[in-house]
């Protein structure tokens, strides 16, 4: 019984809120739930007006907000993706600064991701160093809509293991050997603290710290295995 309302970032909605919320209506069929996406900051005020229960976001910049609980998630690495046959998928191991000559399709980016793309020579700066901003040349707010994108142009599309997990298997996407440990996401729950919280919320975190664990398992992208010089010459030999 009752309602919820969250509000959540791009990629913690792909990642993990929808499940999450999926599993909750599961478990309490008769709960009310709203459900909406937007900027990080946006979520924060929504929090922090009472527009909505729970908030899903990153957290850089609000740590200090006394007004409100900020609890990180735990980071999941952002891989850099594009389609097959992309500039890119013909050089050994690019730099992110190479890479990042290309357009990017993904969400407003903040602290140390922020902080590569600036080094890239990818962005000036927003902010200050706590809350430094990279706006991409290509913004949007589903990740579902960047990955179209970047399937059907030479734009890059960030994303976790999997996100990526479909498109990769399907060869609608490739990654990139561009790997940069800094590259994680950023977000965690965000609710008004010294409020209690109501029974459906509680739940709803509870299910999404299990969700984000199942996720940390696929954390890792693995690249496939290298074929040797003799496996070609056996294939090559049976081809005659």
Known sequence: MGSLAI????????ISVAKAIARVVGAHPRLQIKFTVAEPEQVAEDVLAGRIDVGVASTVGLESDARLA???LPPLRVYLACRPGHPLTKETRPTLARALEFPLATTSLRGALALLASSAGAATLRGGPGLASFIPQIVVNSLAHAR???RDSDALFT???ALLAEDLAAGRLVKLDCHVPEMRTTYGVLYL???TLAPAAKSFIETLRAVEVEAARTDVISSPPAKSATSRRQRASARR
């Open 148 to 150: 179209l994108i970047a």
């Open 7 to 14: 509000g959540a970032g791009p990629f913690a909605a792909e």
């Open 70 to 72: 900020a609890e990180p």
């Open 159 to 161: 994303g976790t293991a």
């Open 193 to 195: 603290r010294g409020r």
